[in-house]
């Protein structure tokens, strides 16, 4: 699979970052776009855009980073309940995938540049959480 600008296709900016599970992958670029894509066999189909600020784009909302759950449940529907991107406008920010609505947006203080998802149980937790990790500048 690959990922490249091509604004008909998908981005109209160079990729910055991927992520897939299952057959659900998704990319982020710097035209402040994360696009939601379905993989089969040879195919690749775009299911969504999401975008945090609508069809205007501003310099610093490039995606740096994009970040999925390890592991989900089929009986959700999509491959995927949800996704996270990172900007370099400090936006971390959290996407239901099967309607494209943004969830919450955290802001750090500099560029997010690396995203990742775990499920662990914290120290002295009886059940497993789901972490969503960032780094950044700062």
Excluded at 10 to 25: F, P, W, Y
Excluded at 50 to 63: I, P
């Amino acid at each position: 699979v690959c990922c490249r600008a091509d604004a008909e296709a998908g981005h109209g900016a160079e990729v910055n970052a991927v992520a897939m599970r299952g057959s659900l992958l998704l990319s982020g670029a710097a035209d402040g776009a994360i696009v939601v894509w379905r993989v089969q066999e040879r195919a690749i189909f775009k299911l969504r855009t999401l975008r945090d600020f609508g069809s205007s784009y501003s310099e610093g909302d490039d995606v740096m980073c994009v970040a999925m759950p390890p592991s989900w449940s089929a009986a959700e529907g999509l491959d995927c309940p949800w996704a996270a991107g990172g900007a370099q406008n400090g936006a971390l920010t959290v996407w239901a995938t099967a309607n494209g609505r943004k969830a919450q947006t955290l802001r750090c203080s500099h560029w997010v540049m690396a995203a990742s998802v775990i499920v662990a149980a914290p120290p002295g937790a009886s059940h497993k959480q789901t972490l969503l990790l960032s780094g950044s500048f700062d």
